[in-house]
């Protein structure tokens, strides 16, 4: 089964940038599409970006467009986030998850929780003003 385990998470000051990175382990990676989600405190999880298997197709949520970089290294089967001038309101915990490629149907699939069957224990991101 695949297990993921995400890292690079922490306390940072606003303005600041951060580097996740989800390890993935069990599956052969190439074959996942993955997906970063987050959910703050006293709010629902949220999709954040993802990505297919090559890497090359990208999707993120309108809002985080343009500060969020998402990527994968299937050398390392690791899947990374790119996080820059963090602002307070993105201050979650940070989740990647992941799915087999042949079980997204549609590149709007990624959009959503419910189509990722594998997630990590997830990594906490505090933005200070």
């Known amino acids: 089964q695949v297990q993921l385990v995400e890292s690079g998470g922490g306390l940072v000051q606003a303005g600041g940038s951060l580097r996740l990175s989800c390890a993935f382990s069990?599956?052969?990676?190439?074959?996942?599409?993955m997906g970063w989600f987050r959910q703050a405190p006293g709010k629902e999880r949220e999709f954040v970006a993802a990505?297919?298997?090559?890497?090359?197709?990208?999707f993120y949520a309108a809002s985080l467009k343009g500060r969020f970089t998402i990527s994968r290294d299937n050398a390392k089967n690791t899947l990374y986030l790119q996080m820059i001038n963090l602002k307070p309101e993105d201050t979650a915990v940070y989740y990647c998850?992941?799915?087999?490629?042949?079980?997204?149907?549609?590149?709007?699939?990624?959009?959503?929780?419910?189509?990722?069957?594998?997630w990590g224990q997830g990594t906490q991101v505090t933005v200070s003003s």
């Open positions: 069990g599956r052969t990676f190439s074959v996942y599409a």
């Open positions: 998850a992941a799915e087999r490629f042949d079980r997204i149907t549609s590149s709007s699939s990624l959009y959503l929780q419910e189509n990722y069957g594998s």
């Open positions: 990505l297919g298997r090559s890497g090359s197709n990208t």
